[in-house]
Antibody
Framework: QLQLQESGPGLVKPSETLSLTCTVS??????????WGWIRQPPGKGLEWIAS???????YYNASLKSRVTVFVDTTRNQFSLDLSSVTATDAAVYYC????????????WGQGTLVTVSS | QSVLTQPPSVSGTPGQRVTISCSGS????????VDWYQQLPGTAPKLLIYGNDRRPSGVPDRFSASKSDTSASLAISGLQSEDEADYYC???????????FGGGTKLTVV
């Protein structure tokens, strides 16, 4: 059974870089034609797609975040990661990792999510 | 502001049938399948409906959905207290090149 698990610091200072990792278990991150994505949800608000990547390097970004986002895949560790630079209070959210096919919003499964707070 | 439009809240009594609407445009719902997610309090979203009207294994048939042109809807019949959750519609947007969501609808079972 495929499972995803986010990890990373729960507290980031303003202007610094938020770095999160999603560990995939139950399947190889490079075994199929799925994209691996990041979604976030500010407290009390809705869902926002951040970016998605294919293990061979093809990447899609939310245009509103693209200038601050870096995503990459580590096939040796079966992980994919997100860096979000120059964070502000508006970046505080629960960050989820998930899987989908290109051109599809069928996101399944999801990680349990990790809460990131932005504060000095 | 979300790309897809949902009502902020709906409510119903146990046993009742409720519907949640989702409105989009020709660049998203008009071209791509719609998926629905259920988010119980304090948990991650869970895929509820995919491909406009298909239920993943384990989802009760009380949940159904449909799509027409640039709109979609989710119906929940035989409402139960455990259905209290936030519901999100989603689809792919060809202009934005990524998945887009509705703002979410909070279902209250009174």
């Amino acid at each position: 059974q495929l499972q995803l698990q986010e990890s990373g610091p729960g507290l980031v200072k303003p202007s610094e870089t938020l770095s999160l990792t999603c560990t995939v278990s139950g399947d190889s991150i490079s075994s199929s034609d799925y994209y691996w994505g990041w979604i976030r949800q500010p407290p009390g608000k809705g869902l926002e797609w951040i970016a998605s990547m294919f293990y061979r390097g093809s990447t899609y970004y939310n245009a509103s975040l693209k200038s601050r986002v870096t995503v990459f895949v580590d096939t040796t560790r079966n992980q994919f990661s997100l860096d979000l630079s120059s964070v502000t209070a508006t970046d505080a959210a629960v960050y989820y990792c998930t899987r989908h096919r290109l051109g599809s919003s069928r996101l399944d499964p999801w990680g349990q999510g990790t809460l990131v707070t932005v504060s000095s | 502001q979300s790309v897809l439009t949902q009502p902020p809240s709906v409510s119903g009594t146990p046993g009742q049938r409720v519907t949640i609407s989702c409105s989009g445009s020709t660049s998203n719902i008009g071209r791509k399948p719609v998926d629905w997610y259920q988010q119980l309090p304090g948990t991650a979203p869970k895929l509820l409906i995919y491909g406009n009207d298909r239920r993943p294994s384990g989802v009760p048939d009380r949940f159904s959905a449909s799509k027409s042109d640039t709109s979609a809807s989710l119906a929940i019949s035989g409402l139960q207290s455990e259905d209290e959750a936030d519901y999100y519609c989603a689809t792919w947007d060809d202009n934005l090149n990524g998945p887009v969501f509705g703002g979410g609808t909070k279902l209250t079972v009174v």
